[in-house]
């Protein structure tokens, strides 16, 4: 498959738009804005990211730019249903294959550590995959091991008084290794189906932190084995979400993807590309701010929302 790429005149992401395409595993075609000729592509991206002050240019430019008219005549040739069926088949090849269940363990607690870096709803899903679980008729633990945010410890316990759900949780500014060594050790003497522990949020480029993470699963599976690290994904950030999945990947191994934030016009591509690149698969999706909004992911409907018109 041929993709064709458009460079006006002040585009900046034309390189990256054309490093994506390759990565798909398809060829990327460089098409200028003044050339009348598609090369026989099969698809095209019209790349944003101008620079400052350019937007107008590029707009003006684009009314008229031979390509723009091109594609114009092409798209309307097209037969739209085997166009988007196309698009569907290649999205769909693109995706793990991995099994999207949640681990469970029947003999012994099931350790799920939550992942992520700051803003991307990671506490809150915590909570709502407690309260899903819980709904399945599962006995759950929740493990307060983001110490260092302000008042972090104080919102998961306030879920878990919403939810019925105890939280093992320690002073501000504790070890959070030591809590979710406690935890692990709770859930094992009292039975409970699942532990899920809140980490703090950090960022993928500190590496003290990233270390701060890597010693809470070593010390957890001291006692007991970790069987999920899920890494929260804020489903309307751009490409840089799939650097920071891959740095947490490297550093602890992930198992698997909530994407968040995905109500509004979000359509989370970057879930997608991500799944994709790092064979990680999708297993929840938050689609608001109540419970409710928390679901399994659906592939299926997931791209043909995605590539609705």
Known sequence: MKVGVVTFPGTLDDRDAARA???AGTTAVSLWHNDADLKGVDAVILPGG???????RCGAISRFAPVIEKIIDAAKSRKDDNFLDSVKA????????KSRNIAFDAQQPTVLLIV????????TS????????KNENKKVLMAAADTFRAAAVAQIQTWGERI???VISGNDGADPAAVA???AKRAIAEKFDYLIIDTAG???TKDNLMAELEKVKRVVEKVIPVSEILFVLDGTTGQNGLAQAQIFNESVGLTGLIVTKLDGSAKGGIAIATEAALDLPIKFIGTGETLADFSRFDSAKYLEDLTSL
């Open 116 to 123: 992520g870096v700051n803003g991307t709803g990671k506490t």
């Open 126 to 133: 915590a909570a709502k995959l407690a309260n899903y679980l």
């Open 202 to 204: 950090r960022l993928h």
């Open 181 to 183: 060594f406690d935890a």
């Open 90 to 97: 290649t999205l769909t090849d693109s995706l793990s294959t």
């Open 50 to 56: 101008f620079s400052y002050g350019d937007y107008l």
């Open 21 to 23: 395409a390759t990565h």
């Open 164 to 166: 019925g759900i105890p």
